[in-house]
């Protein structure tokens, strides 16, 4: 079948199949208009079909492009494999209804497929016989992941992953970026649970990054603690290449929509949900502001830019910790014009106890305007925090000795979420 093109030797699809949702059609109508009359799918088909395309792909677009150019490619070159394709199917099935699309709907995504190669410009036009082949594996592709589905049973609901980066930061800690076949829904302070074929039953939480559904990555931070099986293996043992399943993710998200300024708190090698949450919040308020204009940063670090959240290592309470924000920024004291007037708090404060400077610059580059990152531990200095939303990550240990400072410094307990590992 001629589903690639003769140059390129990939499969470029039209932008408009792709693009995030707007309004109350689904974009790319244009690009399908008359399926019904060519191919048979009704219009409320059409509408599944494409929101079920975005369901199943990651939400940035150039990333979204690349996962279906790769998934059209492997299916093209392991057709002639069915066993091989069927159990990659049924593996997908059980993870694609978990994000509400049943596999009875796949086969829908096909005829969407057919549409955007006939459109598509660089490959030699579709024969009869080739579109009908597509139907075919789409029919066939539908019937293996349902098949997947019913033999899952009551077993969790797993996304294979495979290892594309293992970064050894210390003896005792790791990130690994892992890439998954499907999105996998873990939003800003949820914790991934891995597990891994060499300990079979037995899986860990960690820490995420980063914004899986966005990226088609999951960028996981693991360090270990006492009786760590699983956490040994993947600091110690895991490489690239491996495979590892995520299952559910767990825990409770962080408050980023509440309209209260926010307090989040990092023991130090819980910073990867803080990390998550500030590219959440930099990418909605980008994309609110419109195109940024902020030049790239080439004197490095502590060099002030517009755009930029200037961290600070003074004591929590200290007059250069309410004032640690670079050009651009309201800092806590401070007016609209530096004044004094109009005083209010900033609208995002961090507490991380970074082990060397430069990753509290690093983190500071992820944070929207109106950050303060502090490089230290949160204390109980006096200040109310009562009207704040406030996220804490740690370990159980750190975790109990910073809400009771919290309570102590007003926040109620329905304003506070707590995420815990070891």
Do not use: K
């Not at 293996?233 to 929509?257: A, F, N």
Request: with cysteine; charged share 25%.
């Amino acid at each position: 079948m001629a589903l690639v093109g003769p140059n390129t030797g990939r499969l470029d699809l039209p932008a408009a199949l792709l693009e995030p949702a707007t309004g109350v059609d689904p974009p790319g109508r244009a690009a399908v208009r008359g399926w019904e009359a060519v191919t048979g799918l009704a219009a409320p088909a059409q509408r599944h079909a494409i929101d079920d395309l975005r369901v199943l792909l990651p939400a940035d677009a150039a990333v979204r492009r690349e996962v279906v150019r790769e998934a059209v490619t492997w299916l093209a070159a392991n057709l002639g494999d069915p066993r091989l394709v069927a159990a990659r199917c049924a593996e997908l099935g059980p993870a694609a209804a978990a994000l509400g699309v049943p596999p009875q709907r796949l086969e829908a995504l096909a005829i969407l497929l057919v549409d955007a190669l006939r459109a598509n410009p660089p490959a030699p036009p579709l024969r009869a016989d080739e579109e009908a082949a597509l139907r075919d594996a789409g029919r066939l592709i539908a019937r293996w992941a349902e098949a997947g589905v019913d033999a899952a049973g009551h077993e969790p609901v797993h996304w294979s992953a495979t290892v594309t980066a293992h970064d050894r930061r210390r003896a005792d800690m790791a990130v690994l970026t892992l890439r998954t076949y499907l999105p996998y829904p873990c939003p800003p302070g949820l914790r991934a649970v891995a597990g891994i074929a060499a300990l079979p039953g037995r899986a860990r939480e960690c820490w995420v990054g980063n914004r899986p559904a966005v990226d088609g990555v999951v960028e996981v931070h693991v360090a270990l603690h006492r009786d760590d099986p699983v956490g040994a293996e993947l600091v110690e043992r895991t490489r690239v290449g491996d495979r590892i399943d995520l299952y559910r993710p767990t825990g409770s998200p962080v408050p980023l929509d509440d309209d209260a300024p926010l307090l989040l708190i990092a023991d130090r090698d819980a910073v990867g949900p803080i990390r998550a949450a500030l590219t959440a919040l930099r990418a909605a308020r980008t994309a609110t502001a419109g195109p940024a204009t902020t030049p790239p940063d080439a004197a490095g670090p502590g060099t002030a830019r517009p755009g930029r959240a200037e961290p600070t290592t003074a004591r929590p309470g200290s007059a250069q910790a309410s004032a640690a924000t670079g050009p651009g920024h309201r800092a806590a004291g401070s007016g609209r014009d530096g004044s004094g007037a109009d005083r209010r708090a900033p609208d995002v404060t961090v507490f991380w106890p970074a082990p060397v400077e430069r990753d509290v610059y690093r983190l500071a580059d992820l944070a929207p305007e109106g950050t303060v990152v502090i490089r230290d531990r949160f204390a109980d200095d006096g200040r109310d925090w009562s009207g704040h939303a406030v996220f804490v990550a740690g370990t159980t240990a750190a975790n109990t000795a910073v809400t009771a400072r919290l309570r102590a410094a007003g926040v109620a307990p329905e304003r506070l979420v707590v995420a815990g590992i070891g």
